[in-house]
């Protein structure tokens, strides 16, 4: 009787001590998860923080006209999050302010593809840049963009007609003339510009903006120009 007595307590005491090694793990598992979730909103909060600061700093460097500097502060700001768009227009003021028009208006751009709600007018900033830095192709494509999102838009269409006027392109500028008028903005020149399309109507002059040892459709422009000049009356 006292032999099976002291066997039942050593079972028992067996039993006992292999219930907590099978208790130990769940138990430091759930420690382990209370103690690990406050740690993210915090990471978080302080990345935020970060975020703000380097926003702030960059702008103040740009309002104090230290561009090279503020260039830098946007660089860090596009590493930590690429689509940051506050990043990308400080960065396109700083390069605009170092005459650097064509970075300048990649990054309009960039930001314009994130920022839906001011996209028209980046785009339209954008235009002005890459024709200060020669690069037409893209300042068409610039309005085309804004004319996607809004056909109504009249400066855009505006630009438009100007642009393509300028290049010799009469017939493409007619329908944005046409949409100026249905928007009751049309000027007169611009009216004028409908009555004969086969010469050339240039509604602006793009003066320095316009390299002319460069091959450009504003080549054409100027040919239909000086042909129509040469024609006997």
Known sequence: MTLT??????????LRWFATLLLLPAIGCRDTAVVSQPAEPAVAGQNSSIA????????????QGRWTEALAETRAML???????DAMQLAATAHTALGQYCDAAGFLV???????????????????????????????????????QSPGNVQANRLMAQLLCAQGRRFESRDHVIELIRNRTVTFIETLSLVDLSGPFRLVSYGDLVDRDATTLFLLGDARAEVVANEPI
Request: hydrophobic residues 35%; contains cysteine.
């Open 5 to 14: 007595l002291r066997r039942w307590r050593s079972i028992h005491c067996g």
């Open 52 to 63: 703000a600061k380097t926003t702030e700093s960059a702008g103040d460097l740009i309002k």
């Open 79 to 85: 590493i930590r999050d690429p689509d940051d768009a």
């Open 110 to 148: 960039s930001a314009a593809d994130r920022r839906e709600s001011i996209a028209t007018e980046l785009r339209l900033k954008a235009f002005d840049l890459h024709l200060r830095c020669g690069q037409f192709s893209d300042a068409e494509q610039d309005l085309r963009r804004v004319l996607q």
